[in-house]
């Protein structure tokens, strides 16, 4: 079974931007879906995007479509979500995921989860 492992949060400004990573531990993300959930404080977790390993189909929610980008690097088996124009209600624990079949936006859908990484914005 595949272990995501996140990485890349960090403290940044306003209108700045990260770069997170997701990469596999145990095995290749080959068969997976590979998500983003976030979890701000005293919120529910909510998906922000997510890619088909195999075909690279991606899906990004209209909350942030046009400021984040997901995307894959098959020799380093990692997924990055590339956050740009940071806002501060981008603050919040983001978190990788996995799952075998297609892209479903529900965290209960997916098994396989990392210990996420804080994003903070500062306004």
């Known amino acids: 079974q595949v272990q995501p492992v996140e990485s890349g949060g960090g403290l940044v400004q306003a209108g700045g931007s990260l770069r997170l990573s997701c990469t596999a531990s145990?095995?290749?993300?080959?068969?997976?879906?590979i998500g983003w959930f976030r979890q701000a404080p005293g919120k529910e977790r909510e998906f922000v995007a997510a890619?088909?390993?195999?075909?690279?189909?991606?899906y990004v929610t209209d909350s942030v479509k046009g400021r984040f980008t997901i995307s894959r690097d098959n020799a380093k088996n990692t997924v990055y979500l590339q956050m740009n124009s940071l806002k501060s209600e981008d603050t919040a624990v983001y978190y990788c995921?996995?799952?075998?079949?297609?892209?479903?936006?529900?965290?209960?859908?997916?098994?396989?989860w990392g210990q996420g990484t804080q994003v903070t914005v500062s306004s």
């Open positions: 995921a996995a799952r075998t079949g297609t892209i479903l936006t529900r965290d209960r859908h997916y098994n396989y």
């Open positions: 145990g095995r290749t993300f080959d068969g997976y879906t």
């Open positions: 890619l088909v390993w195999a075909g690279g189909i991606s």
